[in-house]
C-alpha cells in the first residue's frame, strides 16, 4: 500500500511562487506515474502535471505550460513549483500515484493525467491561496 504525505502550500500574492512536496512510502514501482492534480472551489478535480517514475517524461495541463514545474526525487519525494500564480490558480492540490498501460512512457503519463477518476493512491490535499 502506497502513502502519499504532502508539505507546502499557502498563500501568496498573485504573480508569486509556491513549491508543494509530496513524499511517498511503501511499494513503488518505476512504472508508476507521479503526479499533481487540484480542485478549485465549486469545480471538479483537474489535472496539473504527471511525471513518469523511471525517469524523464513529463505532461502539463495547457493551462499550467510554463508556469508549473514538477520535478522528482529519488529519496522518494515528487515536487511542484507554481510560478507566476494568479487567483484562478487557488485550489486545493493533491499529489497521486498510479500506473496505467501505454504503448509509451508518453502515453503513460498522458492516461495518468487522463484517467485521474480511477487513480488509487492520493495525498491529502493542501490548500493554495492567491490573492489579487
Known amino acids: 500500500q502506497m502513502r502519499l504525505v504532502q508539505s507546502g502550500g499557502g498563500s501568496v500574492e498573485a504573480g508569486g511562487t509556491l513549491t508543494l512536496s509530496c513524499e511517498f512510502s511503501?511499494?513503488?514501482?518505476?512504472?508508476?506515474?507521479l503526479g499533481w492534480f487540484r480542485q478549485r472551489p465549486g469545480q471538479g478535480r483537474e489535472p496539473v502535471a504527471a511525471i513518469y517514475a523511471g525517469g524523464g517524461v513529463t505532461n502539463y495541463a495547457d493551462s499550467m505550460k510554463g508556469r508549473a514545474t514538477i520535478s522528482l526525487d529519488y529519496n522518494k519525494k515528487i515536487f511542484l513549483q507554481l510560478d507566476d500564480l494568479k487567483p484562478e490558480d487557488t485550489a486545493i492540490y493533491y499529489c497521486a500515484a498510479d500506473g496505467f498501460p501505454g504503448h509509451s512512457t508518453e502515453d503513460v503519463v498522458a492516461a495518468f493525467m487522463r484517467r485521474h477518476k480511477e487513480i488509487k493512491y492520493w495525498g491529502q490535499g493542501t490548500q493554495v491561496t492567491v490573492s489579487s
Open positions: 511503501g511499494p513503488t514501482y518505476s512504472r508508476n506515474t
